[in-house]
């Protein structure tokens, strides 16, 4: 099975709304990273966490390493939000290798 | 800052051609080089990892090959380019967090 398992697999939200992404591991994931590729394909680091949360503006990202999941909160929807939101995560024997979920596709309506 | 150069933006090649894509990275020493490739609509595949000048280690095997020439310098690149060889390609550096380059877009006919 997927060690990183991301859901939803697709979302689409209205312009303003709020929205919450979630990463499951199968893996003994010690940081997490979220990404955003917009539609043009340039990949955005969101966030680097070790285990707690971090926020910054209208993005908040938590990972519980005992758990074994990571959120990603989106408040007040913008369009630019719109695109492919993708988790990885680094467990302790990864050999610098980064587990990738398959990713959200995240349109926004205005 | 850091900056991330990768070239060409975009590439449309002949099945059994020679491909040679490449990175630069300003603004940082020594850090980790990696190549990522990207199916349409697919998720993201390591290719190859470098934590040293010289030294370049590989993920997977895709008839691709990857050298660090200069510390702030990667390049990918096949003698003979395949039909699945077409797909996005990615640098990215990292230290702890990684970011990636703007991307290489292959096609290959």
């Known amino acids: 099975g997927d060690k990183v398992k991301q859901s939803p697999s697709a979302l689409s939200l209205q312009e303003g709304t709020n929205s919450a992404l979630r990463c499951n591991f199968s893996i003994a994931a010690t940081t997490v990273q979220w990404f955003l590729q917009n539609p043009r394909g340039s990949l955005m680091n969101l966030f680097y966490?070790?285990?707690?949360?971090k926020e910054n503006g209208r993005l908040k990202s938590a990972f519980d390493s005992k758990e074994s999941y990571s959120t990603l909160h989106i408040r007040d929807a913008q369009l630019e939000d719109s695109g492919t939101y993708f988790c990885a995560a680094e467990a302790a024997d990864s050999n610098y290798q980064l587990i990738w979920g398959s990713g959200t596709k995240l349109i926004i309506k205005p | 800052a850091q900056t991330i150069h990768q070239w060409p933006v975009a590439e449309i090649k002949a099945v059994g051609s020679p491909l040679s894509l490449g990175c630069t990275i300003k603004g940082k020493s020594s850090p980790n080089l990696y190549w990522y490739w990207q199916a349409t609509g697919g998720t993201l595949q390591q290719l190859f990892y470098?934590?040293?000048?010289?030294?370049v280690e590989s993920v997977v095997q895709l008839n691709l090959s990857a050298s660090r020439p200069k510390d702030d310098q990667f390049i990918l690149s096949t003698e003979k380019l395949l039909l699945s060889h077409s797909g996005f390609y990615l640098c990215?550096?990292?230290?702890?967090?990684?970011?990636f380059g703007s991307g290489t877009r292959l096609t290959v006919l």
């Open positions: 966490l070790v285990p707690g949360t």
């Open positions: 990215a550096w990292s230290l702890r967090a990684l970011y």
């Open positions: 470098s934590i040293t000048v010289g030294q």
